[in-house]
């Protein structure tokens, strides 16, 4: 029989056991039926007790227990020593005991009162109270948090129990084991120094003092260990610390250092100073992904402040407004030795979320090298040179190139100087060939492809060879971000090593510049010519005529709607298109009248800091201010301020500022800006918390998953989770495609052709050149075999093929029939003389050679092989962090949908949120519908009209009271044509029927009377005359809320109208918003 069931019992701790309720209840007899129901036992831990005592071990061994069950219940409360509950010394005498000591106590009091009123006391309930108080005091010291403890058993002041010093951000495993102080570390503000390597840091003497390492004497060091122990700890380079081979420890604060340094012995470690050259690790918090802590290496220097690189601003988001910044150094060879390999600056250049480059030049580097590779910056010889030794160490060689101009005097071109940068000397094995479209690059028309090179404003980016053919190089090609970049390109084809040492000649050269040649921004730079201000003006009174029409036409009530939106989104949709345009419109003319030299306009054009719409924001005018995603709402009744009118909807009195940040801004026009600013503060602080969280729990939960020697991810209970990485094994952080692809082939392509050059070999034609194509993919290293997937191997034969076809134009009629090479008999047939030159000219040019090729493809599968990821990468912690990091970026706000006024879509923090979290309900569903007929606007509507929720109100002409000495009723008249011109098919019949399924209306058929099509009355369901009245207006206030067309979920449906290329017509859609079953789809 079994032993029934068991649940929580009236009292705090106990538990009843409920004998009636087990299933073998019913082969009890008859007689002892009564009793047994009645027979509900309350469990107390005393019982409990006794029962677990007379199980047998046998009975143990069969529920596989390994101890005695009665061990499971407390009878004897361990006390901890003091060191963990150490009493506080307040002022005076008095001491301030912990929480546990105060537990104890009274646990100790509550006990001995159990005791005495067990001895003394006749009264079993107030024993029983007691034994009560005595249970929940030890159940409160290992959780105070323990839910049931009545309000008169709780103590004023909340005291800490075991779980509480173990659990939270403050408790000893995520505070004091996870986290914690620690030693040999050092924390100070940061500063820049160009002068730097990428992968060194800039101490101070004074930190470089503190901090030691324990460096083992050996037959190579032993005389600069001498010396340092020699210093002491107060001279540099010193040491404070000597440790003896039997263990024993010396400080090197007394006198006789010089003994001990002569004493000095093989095998004894000296804790000396930092030196340059040391390990350390660089961290910045927050850290909010890997490469938020790195390795760098020490460079000693003077002053106060940690220095380093520029170009390593982005991996840390530091800036140099006063941050500050942690180092660590690590005490053990093979702790420098991973510190080194696996957290090293060049060896984390890029990032493992995708794989861009994440170290790169920025702002001050980017502004010089855009200005020194502008057309028409010549330098002579002198310069030239000068600023050849800027960018090395003071002994590298370089091989000056040829002079652009020769007479009258020998000049270098600012291009030339860049590819001395990339390429110092003619020994250095770099060959760089990469295409960059900068931000000035101006984009050309579908039938102008072949001048795509061709760009005045010189956007256009060409290193052949690492020799800087063409384009003046900006963010795209320097910066962070760009997989096709000058340093993602160096670091792909030639190691890390050469990406970084081009970066520190890079960041030498351009910090050495820029303070000679000058570049700072003033007051002059943001003033506006006088015709900038006329258009200006004009611009604006224009704009305000617009508003003040469609202000006009709404109050009239001739303003035509947009698609789903009433007259007051419309009026606000058009309004802020209007005041958009204006903005728009005076950036463009601000953009037109700047000069080239302006600093913000530079900043702008490379990249480095701004964008146009700060310049034009400075010199021309803020533009519309947002609150919410709206023009400023009304703060006071039917107003944003008391300046201005009641339901005023002026450009000027909901937030739009004419003025610019050089003219000034007014009174009203500060107070609305000011609205704007404080929402981005808020925002930035809500985002910080919740990002926070979110990111949290997205590494507790992915933290485990690891890649295993099969490429499969596993959890740490060896679950598969996915049998094959990202379903091809490949490493993010060494993938070259823009769109996840392996490789770039095209610039691959273009590599292999310029550093194997022709030499007057055969060019292979279009057939020969697919036959060495197949014979190459055919061999093993491409098969799947070997790890090569079919997908990567189809993507190089779909570029190979693109090839091929425009080989094949390229080669012209003359050889469309026979692919052989020319006969020399053509050749001497004058009419096809020029066409022969021709084919040859572009065959030379565009043609590919068999060595060429072999090496395009052999490249190829080489580097396709060595982008496996390995085994062991904990791809779960950076899943998560490459999450969570860019969420730090996201905004909190709503924005419109695609351009339909009125009609938000969550995007964002909140949105993101919404999917980590599997929200049931999301805050807008917004569902695209494609129409089978997606090119008429009638049947678009039509389907719009039997999904859109139609309410009774929409297409009611009027819903009255009309009361006679006979009947008292609601008439209610139907606006056909409204129903017309919104394709619904509904009369009085469709509203009737509507009515009567309407559950809190509660009427019947002899309720509701169609007069006609348009026309139909409603009774009252009482008729009781004392509740006539109540009962009229309670219908008309909810008949036009029935909903008599479309899905109940369905807020609105909006026609959304684009323009399909291929047909060259329109197409139509439909946006829907709101909850959509597919159910509810089926029936329309």
């Known amino acids: 029989m079994s032993a029934g069931s068991v649940k929580k019992a009236v009292s705090m701790l106990g538990i009843l056991h409920y004998r009636a309720r087990s299933k073998d209840a019913g082969v009890v007899s008859e007689d002892l039926r009564a009793p047994y129901n009645v027979s509900n036992d309350i469990l107390n ?30 009878t004897n409360v361990l006390v901890p020593p003091i060191a963990i509950r150490p009493s506080v010394i307040m002022d005076g005498s008095q001491s301030n005991e912990n929480d546990i000591t105060e537990r104890l106590k009274r646990i100790i009091q509550q006990n001995a009162s159990v005791s005495q009123e067990l001895s003394t006391s006749n009264s079993q309930a107030k024993c029983l109270e007691s034994w009560d108080m005595l249970q929940s005091e030890v159940a409160q010291l290992i959780n105070s948090d323990v839910r049931g403890i009545p309000f008169s058993m709780q103590v004023s002041k909340p005291l800490a129990g075991f779980v509480q010093r173990l659990k939270g951000k403050q408790g000893r495993f995520r505070g004091n084991l996870c986290g914690k102080r620690v030693e040999f570390t050092g924390r100070t503000v940061i500063s820049p120094d160009p002068n730097l390597k990428i992968t060194e840091v800039a101490v101070p003497i004074h930190m470089a003092r503190i901090l030691t390492y324990p460096e083992r004497v050996t037959r190579h060091n032993i005389e600069k260990l001498r010396q340092c ?134 702002q001050d580097f980017l502004t010089s090298s855009f200005l020194i590779t502008r057309k028409d910056t010549f330098y002579d010889r002198a310069a030239f040179s000068l600023m050849c030794s800027y960018m090395g160490d003071g002994m590298d060689l370089v091989d000056l190139p040829t002079p652009a101009l020769v007479k009258p005097i020998e000049l270098w071109t600012g291009k030339q100087l860049f590819s001395v940068l990339v ?65 993602s390109v160096l670091l792909r084809d030639y190691k890390a090593h050469a990406a970084a040492v081009c970066m520190n000649r890079l960041a030498k050269l351009s910090a050495r ?189 992915l933290e485990d998953l690891s890649i295993h020697y099969d490429s499969s991810v596993r959890n740490a209970g060896g679950c598969i989770v996915q049998f094959c990485y990202g379903d091809d094994g490949m490493d993010p952080a060494q993938m070259e495609g823009k769109s996840g692809a392996p490789l770039n082939f095209e610039r691959l392509f273009l590599k292999a052709k310029a550093t194997c050059p022709s030499d007057g070999n055969k060019i292979l034609s279009p057939s020969e050149f697919s036959e060495t194509v197949e014979d190459r993919l055919s061999k093993d290293d491409a098969s799947p075999e070997c790890g090569c997937s079919p997908a990567f191997v189809g993507s190089l034969k779909i ?79 950076i899943g998560a962090q490459s999450i969570g990091e860019p969420g730090t970026q996201m905004t909190l706000k709503t924005f419109h949908f695609a351009g339909v006024a009125s009609m938000n879509v969550t995007l964002g923090v909140p949105r993101i949120k919404e999917i980590i979290n599997g929200a049931k309900r999301i805050s807008t569903p917004i569902v695209t519908a494609a129409l089978t007929h997606d090119d008429n606007v009638n049947i678009a509507r039509m389907v719009k009209a039997r999904i859109e929720k139609t309410n009774l109100g929409q297409i009611a002409k009027c819903i009255q009271i009309v009361m006679s000495s006979r009947s008292a009723l609601i008439e209610i008249k139907l606006d056909m044509e409204k129903i017309r011109d919104a394709e619904l098919y509904v009369d009085a019949n469709v509203v009737k029927q509507a009515i009567l399924v309407t559950p809190k209306l509660k009427l019947k058929h002899e309720h509701i009377n169609v007069l006609d099509d348009r026309k139909l009355r409603v009774l009252p369901q009482d008729a009781d005359r004392n509740k006539l009245h109540f009962n009229l207006h309670f219908l008309k206030n909810m008949l036009p809320g029935v909903v008599v ?40």
Not at 296 to 301: A, L, Q
Not at 440 to 457: D, F, I
Not at 1060 to 1067: E, F, M, P, S, V
């Open 513 to 701: 510049w820029i303070g000679n040649h000058g570049f700072s921004i003033g007051i002059d730079d943001v003033q506006p010519g006088d015709q900038l201000v006329k258009k200006k003006q004009t611009t604006i009174l224009e704009g305000y005529r617009d508003c003040d029409k469609q202000i006009n036409l709404f109050n009239t009530g001739n303003l035509p709607p947009e698609a789903g939106c009433d007259a007051a989104q419309s009026l606000e949709s058009k309004i802020t298109q209007i005041l958009n345009g204006i903005r728009e419109a005076t950036a463009n003319v601000c953009m037109q009248n700047l000069h080239w030299r302006n600093s913000p306009l530079i900043m702008s054009q490379c990249g480095s800091k701004g964008s146009p719409i700060n310049i034009s924001q400075m010199v021309a005018c803020v533009g519309q201010q947002s609150v919410g995603g709206r023009r400023a709402p009304d703060g006071f009744i039917d107003r944003s301020l008391p300046h201005f009118r009641r339901k005023a909807k002026t450009p000027a009195a909901k937030g739009f500022v004419a003025n610019s940040f050089y003219s000034g801004l007014t009174a009203t026009e500060f107070f609305f800006h000011t609205m704007g600013g404080r929402e981005g503060l808020v925002d930035t602080a809500v985002k910080t918390a919740d990002t926070g969280y979110m990111s949290r729990r997205l590494i507790k939960a």
């Open 229 to 362: 122990v020699s210093n002491g700890p107060d001279k540099y380079p010193g040491a404070r610390m000597l440790r003896h081979l039997d263990g024993s420890m010396r400080s090197l604060m007394i006198s006789g250092r010089k003994r001990l340094a002569d004493e000095l012995k093989y095998g004894e470690i000296v804790e000396r100073h930092l030196e340059d050259g040391d390990v350390v690790l660089f961290n910045r918090q927050p850290s909010l992904h890997r490469m938020s802590i790195m390795c760098h290496r020490v460079r000693v220097m003077p002053w106060r402040t940690l220095r380093f690189n520029e170009s390593v601003c982005n991996p840390y988001n530091a800036d140099f407004d006063g941050d500050e910044m942690n180092m660590h150094v690590p005490q053990t060879e093979e702790a420098r030795t991973e510190a080194i390999l696996l957290m090293g600056v060049q060896n984390n250049l890029c990032t493992p979320k995708n794989g861009e480059i994440l170290v790169a030049s920025t």
């Open 45 to 74: 831990p005393f019982r409990v007790l006794c029962l677990f005592q007379r199980m047998s071990d046998e009975d143990c061994e069969l529920l596989f227990l390994s101890n005695r069950p009665e061990k499971l219940i407390i």
């Open 423 to 487: 390429r110092p000397h003619a020994s250095m094995k770099v060959y760089l060939n990469l295409t960059v479209k900068e931000k000035s690059y101006s984009k050309v028309k579908g039938n102008e492809k072949e001048r795509e090179t061709m760009c005045p404003n010189d956007g256009f980016v060409y290193f052949r060879n690492s020799e800087l053919i063409s384009g003046q190089v900006g963010k795209a090609t320097l910066g962070n971000g760009n997989k096709d970049g000058l340093y």
């Open 1045 to 1084: 067309k479309g899905i109940k979920t369905v807020g609105r449906a909006v026609i959304k109208e684009e323009k399909d290329k291929a047909r060259n017509a329109k197409k139509f859609s439909l946006l829907v918003e709101g909850l959509v079953y597919f159910f509810f789809l089926l029936q329309i």
């Open 799 to 877: 570029f190979l093929n693109k090839y091929v076809e425009a080989q094949k134009k390229s080669w012209g009629t003359l050889l469309a029939d026979n692919e052989s090479a020319v006969d020399k008999s053509i050749i001497s047939s004058s009419d096809n003389d020029n066409i022969v030159i021709r084919n040859k000219v572009v065959q030379n040019i565009a043609g590919v050679t068999h060595r060429q090729l072999q090496v395009f493809l052999d490249t190829c599968l080489s580097r396709y092989h060595t982008k496996k990821i390995e085994a062991g990468t904990a791809i779960g912690a």
